[in-house]
């Protein structure tokens, strides 16, 4: 019995450590769609460009975003100085309440406008905000060190963020690319986020990361581990996954 369970202990021990069968695929696959609707006038990447995070991908035509940002900053500008008006006639409305020479019904009065005024000034500053952040948004930028799969966008495209957003472009990450493969529930079990594990690819050995074991339909599990991208892989390309 105990020459059997040593035999099963060791078989398993040797399956273990066998190469998993595994693909490469890109890591973080991300499509940048339209926020705002407008007309693209320049593209800055091509597909197969690595950029760092924060790059411009691609602009759109903002000649009607930069007017409504300067019609909000305008308003703010009125209402600024009617605030700046309601404030004065409200101190002097102090002033000749405690002196007893007006009535609590105009010291009401000037508390109302003063508060109107500071509420419109309040909503002027918050449409500048929002007209600010759309201007922003005309600028799609790369969310990581990215690397440009491909380009749906090309200048004078209309591009809208209603109901089914414009495609753009594809971006996926540049410093990293995910080995793929599909295990049996008993390994899975033994596996979680953050585990080391090697990877066997175009001649080489990796050290990587678990980063996800996914539950699939069929009752299989997919292992997902990271490794540095290096010059020569590829999503698609064959590897293998040795798990300690």
């Known amino acids: 019995m105990i020459a059997r369970v040593a035999l099963l202990t060791l078989c398993a021990t040797s399956a273990w450590a066998t190469d998993l069968p595994a693909q490469l695929d890109w890591s973080q696959r991300v ?5 705002v609707s407008g007309v693209v006038e320049t593209v800055h990447v091509q597909p197969g460009q690595q950029v760092p995070k924060g790059t411009v991908l691609l602009s759109l035509n903002q000649t009607v975003f930069k007017a409504n940002l300067m019609e909000a900053r305008a308003d703010i500008d009125r209402l600024g100085q009617e605030q700046a008006d309601a404030q004065r006639e409200l101190d002097r409305a102090n002033e000749l309440y405690a002196r007893t020479v007006s009535s609590t019904t105009e010291l009401d009065a000037a508390k109302l406008r003063h508060a109107r005024a500071g509420a419109l000034l309040a909503g002027a500053e918050a449409r500048v905000e929002k007209a600010r952040r759309l201007l ?5 930028r790369a969310p990581f060190d990215a690397l440009v799969l491909d380009r749906a966008a090309e200048p004078g495209l209309a591009a809208t963020s209603q109901c089914q957003p414009t495609l ?45 074991v996914r ?8 292992l997902d581990v990271a490794i540095p991208r290096m010059a020569g892989l590829v999503a698609g390309m064959a590897a293998g996954i040795r798990l300690p």
């Open 136 to 140: 922003d948004e005309t600028e799609p």
């Open 31 to 35: 499509d940048i769609a339209a926020s």
């Open 168 to 212: 753009l472009l594809s971006l996926a990450r540049g410093d990293e690319i995910l080995a793929r493969a599909h295990l049996p529930a008993a390994q899975a079990a033994a596996v979680k986020p953050g585990d080391k594990a090697g990877v066997s690819v175009a001649g080489k050995s990796i050290d990587g990361r678990v980063v996800a």
């Open 215 to 222: 539950a699939k339909a069929d009752g299989r599990y997919q």
